[in-house]
T-cell receptor, first 114, second 111 residues
Framework: DAGVIQSPRHEVTEMGQEVTLRCKPI?????LFWYRQTMMRGLELLIY????????DSGMPEDRFSAKMPNASFSTLKIQPSEPRDSAVYFC????????????FGPGTRLTVL | GENVEQHPSTLSVQEGDSAVIKCTYS??????FPWYKQELGKRPQLIID?????GEKKDQRIAVTLNKTAKHFSLHITETQPEDSAVYFC??????????FGAGTTVTVRA
C-alpha cells in the first residue's frame, strides 16, 4: 500500500484565492482526519470523518474552511477565501476505527498564503 | 476537553546518552497514550503506544511508562543515535477517534 496520499505537496497562493487540498486514505480504512500544524498551535484536529460522514468538525476554524468526503477513497479540504494566517502544514490521516488504532499520516501539504 | 502538556520543549543529548520526555494529561478517562515521531519535513509516525491497563512498555531502545494516579506518562530513549533527532509528540485518547497532542519536544542528538 502506498500509504495516505496528499496533493499538492506545496501550495503558494495569494490572499483571497481558493485553495483545495486533496487526500486519498489507505484502502480499507474507514476513518479520515484533517489536521493543521503550526509552530504556535501545534497539531490541531480540524475535522473527522467516519464512513465518509463528518462526525466532528468542531476544529474547523471558521466558515472559510469546508471539507468533503464524497467516497471512501477521496477527501478534500477547501479554504475560500484564503488568508495569510491559514499558512501551515495540513495533514490528512486515516485509520480503521476501533479502540487504540494507529492513525497513519500523509506527507502533508505546506500551504503558504501571501 | 483533554489537555496534554509536554516537557521539555527542546532536548539536546550526547550520542549514547538517554533522553526522557514527560507528558501530563487532564482527563482521567483517557486510556490510550501514543507517541509520534516527526523527522524534519516529514509526517508524524507512531513509534510506540501504551494503554491504561499497562504500566510500562518497551520496544528495543524506546520505552514508555504510565502513572495513571498522577496522570503522567513518559518516553525514554536509551543509547541515543543521530537518527533519533526529531520532534516527538505525546498524545492522549479515551480510546475513541480523538487524539489530543502535546506541543512536541525537539530532540537533538549531538555526535
Amino acid at each position: 500500500d502506498a500509504g495516505v496520499i496528499q496533493s499538492p505537496r506545496h501550495e503558494v497562493t495569494e490572499m483571497g484565492q481558493e485553495v483545495t487540498l486533496r487526500c486519498k486514505p489507505i484502502s480499507g480504512h474507514n476513518s479520515l482526519f484533517w489536521y493543521r500544524q503550526t509552530m504556535m498551535r501545534g497539531l490541531e484536529l480540524l475535522i473527522y470523518f467516519n464512513n465518509n460522514v463528518p462526525i466532528d468538525d468542531s476544529g474547523m476554524p471558521e466558515d472559510r474552511f469546508s471539507a468533503k468526503m464524497p467516497n471512501a477513497s477521496f477527501s478534500t479540504l477547501k479554504i475560500q477565501p484564503s488568508e495569510p494566517r491559514d499558512s501551515a502544514v495540513y495533514f490528512c490521516a486515516s485509520s480503521f476505527l476501533g479502540p487504540y488504532n494507529e492513525q497513519f499520516f500523509g506527507p502533508g501539504t505546506r500551504l503558504t498564503v501571501l | 476537553g483533554e489537555n496534554v502538556e509536554q516537557h521539555p520543549s527542546t532536548l539536546s543529548v550526547q550520542e549514547g546518552d538517554s533522553a526522557v520526555i514527560k507528558c501530563t494529561y487532564s482527563d482521567s478517562a483517557s486510556n490510550y497514550f501514543p507517541w509520534y515521531k516527526q523527522e524534519l519535513g516529514k509526517r508524524p509516525q507512531l513509534i510506540i503506544d501504551i494503554r491504561s491497563n499497562v504500566g510500562e512498555k518497551k520496544d528495543q531502545r524506546i520505552a514508555v511508562t504510565l502513572n495513571k494516579t498522577a496522570k503522567h506518562f513518559s518516553l525514554h530513549i536509551t543509547e541515543t543515535q543521530p537518527e533519533d533527532s526529531a520532534v516527538y509528540f505525546c498524545a492522549a485518547s479515551k480510546g475513541d477517534y480523538k487524539l489530543s497532542f502535546g506541543a512536541g519536544t525537539t530532540v537533538t542528538v549531538r555526535a
